[in-house]
């Protein structure tokens, strides 16, 4: 048991001297207690002092109170172990009243339980003011240690000589104030407390492309460490309170939370406060752009450019949406591009006179945006011009090459074309006009060749340029058809001689449609559904004969093999169509025999025999009638009379 001493002989003599008269009303009372348990006892495990504060009223609103004989009492019958103490409460004022107080451990009640008593006097100062009420005295109490459920409590003290409660008043009677007590607690066991959140977000709206970052804390009752922790949902808590999630596109739309709980380590995991996260993402569709007229002939393949903006970070994915009505040919995506391959004959049986919607949609997974592009299919077919490909040419002989238009759906008004070739294997001879010329009349025609253009040191060695005209102006004169009937049919004819270069047997000399400008390689037609116009039609296809597949390129630039360039297929405003894409091109060239294959020397006739007798009267004749006897293979046959294999034929050496 601990004990608080005692001044004895100076609290008596204290007590003694302040046996005067009482006011008529008066109070002493317990006016707040701080630091009680949460059952409202006297914390017995935690070190907490509890403190009371007691209230002197003075009643009287004339007289003051200018000394007492006051004390308290703090018991327990137990024999407990716990600690009293007084201080004077710092609000008094100070030379009103000035108190002095002894402590007095005794045997409050003869049973030698623990008892601890106060009791004050009036010293110096003019005493308490009237109609005063304010706070006097602090006890305090410390039951650390203490047993749990034992009642301690505090009463006024009955202190000997002077015996009851004084006041020294300046009224005559004597009367002792009034008194609320005993007040009484018990000890309680303070349990271990959850640490508490101070800062505790419960909700979170942003995008999903943004990792979540929030502040958590907390602060524990008895300073015990604390530590965080996730126990349901997503995410991560380290031990400064930061939570952090990186959310996906699946986030999006969907409920997401994170029960986060705070605990100090003393208690089970659930027991101590939880905080429910609920976190909203957002989610920003790509943008897809296109649109447009694009006109294209039936049978041709048209495309349309379209951009695609990811905005945010998910990468977006195109597709077509629909296509309406529904096409007989095949609309796909090529890089950047929606192409339409269209089938060639009118509707119902192909896509021609229709004006097809395609929609296109951009999409993350979880949003999406469309665009639209309208492909105009007129009820035309495509032109298709042929460079013939000769075999086994003789070289040192002429060789004619057609140029030939395989089929074509529009009447045609004329034609530029420019090709290339290689002057040091063929020599230009000159051009012959075909079917657009002698069975239709048409009334213009003409070449020229040689290097020319915007190619300069880049020309070919070989450059052509053939130009027909259907209709001038020469008066009543007019061509008795547009188009020749029936398709295939020869445009022009090229005559060139074939160098006799031994250095080139069996090699391949190509002729090759070339560009130089945007008016290179076009026929000039009339629609059919607007006879009076006239519209350019520029290369859609390009394909060499020794090669797979295609070779148009619209962006290598001039000059060119590869076909019309990105340049001239625009529009030159109201009332100037751009060009349409609507005549392939078909590569030719001449082959020029092996010679290994034809070296039959002094076998004129042919039959696997050489220097028999008839090779000789077969050469006679040919001095005699001429080329005609040469009915085998004429040019095998020539070639089979140079004998000696001076590179001279037909003759008698």
């Known amino acids: 048991m601990k004990r608080i001493s005692l001044m004895l002989a100076l609290f008596l003599t204290l007590s003694f001297g302040m046996a005067f008269a009482q006011p008529p009303a008066g109070d002493i009372y317990l006016s707040s207690v701080t630091g009680l ?56 004022p100070s030379g009103n009243f000035d108190l002095i107080w002894a402590e007095n451990p005794f045997d409050w009640d003869g049973t030698g339980a623990d008892t601890i008593g106060f009791g004050g006097s009036v010293i110096t100062g003019p005493g308490l003011p009237p109609s005063f009420d304010g706070p006097v005295v602090n006890l305090s109490i410390d039951a650390t240690g203490a047993p749990y459920g034992e009642e301690i409590c505090i009463d006024s003290a009955f202190y000997r000589p002077s015996g009851a409660w004084m006041w020294a008043f300046g009224a005559p009677g004597s009367t002792p104030p009034n008194w609320a007590g005993p007040y009484c607690y018990l000890t309680e066991e303070i349990l271990n407390q959850c640490p508490e959140f101070t800062t505790a977000p419960t909700s979170y709206t942003g995008d999903h492309c943004n990792t979540v970052v929030l502040q958590y804390a907390a602060t524990d009752p008895e300073g015990d460490p604390i530590s965080f922790a996730v126990v349901a949902g997503v995410g991560s808590i380290d031990g400064s309170g ?7 596109l699946a986030d999006v739309g969907a409920s997401v939370t994170a029960t986060i709980e705070v605990n100090d380590g003393l208690h089970n995991p659930g027991d101590c406060p939880q905080v429910v996260l609920n976190m909203n993402f957002t989610n920003e569709a790509p943008v897809i752009a296109c649109g447009g007229t694009i006109p294209v002939g039936m049978g041709n393949t048209a495309c349309a450019d379209f951009t695609v903006d990811d905005v945010d970070c998910d990468p977006a994915s195109v597709s077509i949406l629909s296509v309406t009505p529904a096409p007989v040919g095949n609309v796909t995506l090529v890089g950047g591009q929606v192409c339409f391959e269209t089938v060639g004959a009118a509707a119902p049986a192909g896509d021609g006179g229709v004006l097809y919607t395609v929609t296109l949609e951009a999409t993350d997974g979880n949003a999406s945006s469309t665009c639209s592009v309208e492909f105009d299919v007129l009820t035309t077919e495509p032109y298709e011009v042929q460079i013939e490909k000769t ?4 070289q040192g002989m002429h060789e004619i090459v057609d140029v030939t238009l395989n089929k074509g759906s529009e009447d045609m008004g004329g034609f530029d074309f420019m090709i290339a070739y290689d002057a040091s294997a063929l020599q230009f001879q000159t051009a012959i006009p075909g079917a657009p010329f002698t069975d239709c009349g048409w009334e213009y025609f003409n070449y020229r060749f040689g290097p020319n253009g915007n190619c300069g040191n880049a020309c070919p060695s070989g450059m052509l340029e053939v130009v027909g005209i259907a209709e001038t102006n020469n008066g009543p004169n007019h061509p008795t058809c547009l188009t020749p ?9 090229l005559d060139f001689l074939v160098s006799n270069d031994r250095t080139l047997e069996c090699q391949y000399a190509p ?17 059919a559904d607007d006879p009076l116009a006239s519209i350019q039609g520029v290369s859609r296809y390009v394909i060499d004969f020794d090669m797979i597949g295609h070779i148009e390129d619209a962006t290598t630039g001039f000059p060119t093999y590869t076909g019309v360039q990105e340049e001239c297929l625009v529009g030159g405003g109201q009332g100037k169509p751009a060009p349409i894409q609507f005549v392939d091109f078909l590569n030719g060239g001449i082959d020029i025999v092996c010679a290994d294959s034809i070296d039959a020397r002094g076998d004129i006739n042919l039959n696997g025999n050489s220097n028999e007798i008839a090779d000789a009267v077969l050469f006679s004749n040919y001095f005699v009638k001429g080329l005609a ?19 001279l034929t037909l003759s008698v050496a």
């Not at 002729?511 to 037609?525: E, K, Q």
Request: overall charge negative.
């Open 37 to 92: 348990g949460p059952n409202g006892g006297l914390p017995a495990n935690t070190g907490t002092v509890v403190e009371f504060v007691f209230n002197y009223t003075n009643n009287d609103a004339v007289n003051k109170v200018k000394g007492m004989t006051n004390g308290f009492v703090i018991y327990n019958n137990t024999g407990l172990t716990w600690v009293g103490t007084y201080a004077t409460d710092p609000t008094f």
């Open 242 to 248: 930061t939570y952090s999630y990186a959310p996906t």
């Open 391 to 394: 075999h086994n040419t003789l």
């Open 485 to 493: 009937s029936p398709l295939p049919a020869v445009l022009f004819s």
């Open 511 to 527: 002729i090759r449609f070339y560009w130089t400008n945007c008016t290179d390689n076009s026929i000039a037609y009339h629609p």
């Open 629 to 647: 006897v040469f009915n085998v293979n004429m040019q095998g046959q020539i070639a089979a009379t140079d004998v000696n294999a001076d590179g």
